[in-house]
């Protein structure tokens, strides 16, 4: 998922202006909450101090002959006082609330309030049924039987069915809803393998197939082949349950949403989005009574609005976590550090000369020097990127073969060769680094273009970009979700006219195949391959700095971000601040 492109830019553009110099990762030595399954690493740095950060869970595979249950609902905690969150969102709010069309962080964050699916993660990211009841897999992993809650409802108290599964299925494949192109739907990287769905999405047909009603509460799905990743997008957004008739009051319809997940929107202004609890959720309704997004300038500076009480939740960037985590900061003990699935990388696109030259984008990445973008320019707040895949994804480790710096070797590959390149941003100082080294380095002549995020956008999405930063947060925890994304000629997501036949059969190899080994070997095998052909340069894997309020309680951090808040709640016991 395209990671709020400019909220990171953003986050470049300051941290740029700092003075460059080493420091070292600080982190709070306090309690820290972590996911079930999962527990806190201690490390230390050079001098002794000692720092915390979350372990990523160990994600368990589902297999086939697998038979899912539903959890019971847990044991309410002892609620008292005023139960609401308040939490900053950005200053542009959610782009869209309708489950099939989302492709950015904030708009599904507040989805996943909103509507669900047959299934979502447990905080140690295994899916888990969550419409559902049960869910049996066949021991050839083609087909899916699921059986639904007796007891869930939409908002409007209307039952949830059979029925309304295979109408959202359906829906979110339909071609029209991006302009007859189904190609570009995120369905078509999550929902392709259901029998029958392609050609929904290539307009060849009116429905999916492979979604068969067996009675109102139990369908049966029908894979193509079977997928190791299937269980896992099917707990993303564009899977989520909707409401036929909500949707056919018009485009607009998601604005009004009547939503199957434990929230209710109840108020959306230019100032502040507000949820209130479904209590038709089950197994058992929300313990929030309202969940507040500020939006508009309300969003602006979370972190001066949470040193006032003004914020449960902030985050906080990276120029401010040395203060947060001062001994002497009355903070201190509210930071929680989470490394994300998340990466930053240039993507250097073979498509626009002289890129299309091999020994150019070899010398451009041997050129620069990724590790100062971490260690000093990012003041060692975020981890080098040894490769594509997260480090911590499932099946870690995933470190690969990098071209070194050697700005001698690069300026050898070119022989006297004088590049005339353009680096196109919408608003990232790093743009303007990686101009300036090429300059320094190679006698490049670099121009930066500077694009109205519109304009960017929509040269992203045509590949027509030639050099540009690129931050990419996985959506569900497999490699798949990064290199399949990123690199797949078939992919949807892909920022660059790159495709290699030996890299796509690796791919290929890696969906068709549910053997964990064979899965890593042939991600490793096409990471290395792509790297390679030096059409990427990853700079950082992103690590996560939140201020949790003490009083907020069951806040799911996981390298995926925040799941849902359906669990948090706020002890009255603690003092507000």
Request: hydrophobic share 45%; net charge negative; aromatic share 6%.
């Amino acid at each position: 998922m395209k990671a709020h492109e400019r909220n990171r830019l953003t986050l470049f553009s300051i941290l740029l202006l700092l003075v460059l110099a080493s420091c070292r990762l600080v982190v709070p030595a306090g309690p820290v909450t972590t996911p079930e399954d999962s527990s806190s690493v201690p490390v230390s740095s050079p001098d002794g101090f000692p720092r915390v950060a979350l372990a990523t869970p160990a994600v368990t595979p589902v297999l086939p002959g697998e038979i899912l249950e539903a959890q019971a609902a847990p044991q309410p905690p002892p609620l008292v006082g005023h139960q609401v969150l308040t939490v900053a969102g950005s200053p542009d709010g959610p782009l869209t609330l309708d489950p099939a069309l989302v492709r950015d962080v904030e708009s599904a964050f507040v989805v996943q309030q909103l509507f669900r699916g047959l299934v979502r993660f447990d905080p140690s990211l295994r899916p888990v049924p969550e419409l559902a009841e049960r869910i049996e897999i066949s021991p050839d992993g083609r087909t899916y039987t699921v059986r639904l809650r007796p007891d869930i409802t939409f908002h409007d108290g209307t039952p949830i069915t059979a029925a309304d599964v295979k109408y959202s299925l359906e829906r979110a494949c339909d071609p029209a809803l991006n302009g007859g192109d189904g190609r570009g739907l995120p369905a078509w990287g999550m929902l392709r393998d259901l029998v029958g769905a392609e050609d929904r999405l290539l307009g060849r047909r009116s429905d999916i197939p492979g979604v068969e009603l067996l009675n109102e509460r139990t369908l049966r799905l029908h894979l193509e082949a079977p997928r190791a990743t299937f269980l896992l997008r099917l707990a993303l957004p564009v899977a989520s349950v909707v409401q036929r008739a909500n949707v056919e009051q018009g485009p607009e319809w998601w604005r009004h949403p009547v939503g199957s997940g434990p929230f209710r929107l109840l108020r959306w202004d230019a100032e502040e989005l507000v949820l209130g609890p479904h209590p038709g959720y089950r197994p058992q309704p929300p313990y929030l009574r309202e969940v507040r997004v500020a939006i508009g300038a309300g969003a602006l500076s979370p972190l001066n609005q949470y040193e006032r009480g003004q914020l449960d939740v902030a985050p906080v960037p990276a120029w401010a976590v040395d203060r947060v985590s001062a001994p002497e900061s009355p903070y201190r003990d509210h930071l929680i550090v989470q490394p994300l699935f998340a990466g930053t990388y240039v993507f250097l696109n073979p498509a626009v000369p002289p890129l299309d030259d091999p020994a150019v984008r070899r010398a451009l990445i041997q050129a620069f020097p990724r590790e100062k973008v971490a260690q000093v320019t990012l003041q060692g707040k975020v981890r080098l990127a040894e490769g594509i895949v997260p480090e911590g994804m499932p099946g870690s480790p995933w470190t690969a073969a990098t071209l070194p710096t050697d700005p001698e070797a690069a300026r050898a590959l070119l022989a006297g060769r004088t590049l005339q390149l353009e680096v196109v941003s919408a608003g990232s100082r790093l743009a303007v680094m990686l101009a300036r080294v090429w300059e320094q380095e190679l006698g490049a002549d670099v121009e930066v273009l500077q694009l109205d995020w519109p304009d960017y956008l929509d040269d992203l999405d045509a590949r027509r970009l030639p050099i540009f930063v690129f931050s990419w947060v996985a959506d569900y925890p497999d490699p798949e979700a990064v290199l399949d994304a990123l690199f797949a000629t078939d992919s949807p997501a892909r920022p660059i006219a790159y495709e290699n036949p030996r890299v796509q059969r690796l791919l290929d190899q890696a969906r068709h195949t549910l053997d964990p080994g064979e899965r890593r070997e042939a991600f490793l095998a096409a990471q290395q391959a792509i790297l390679d052909e030096a059409v990427v340069l990853p700079l950082t894997f992103d690590v996560e700095y939140l201020l949790v309020a003490p009083r907020v309680r069951d806040l799911p951090m996981t390298p995926l971000g925040i799941l849902g808040l359906e669990r948090v709640w706020i002890d009255g016991s603690h003092p507000a601040r």
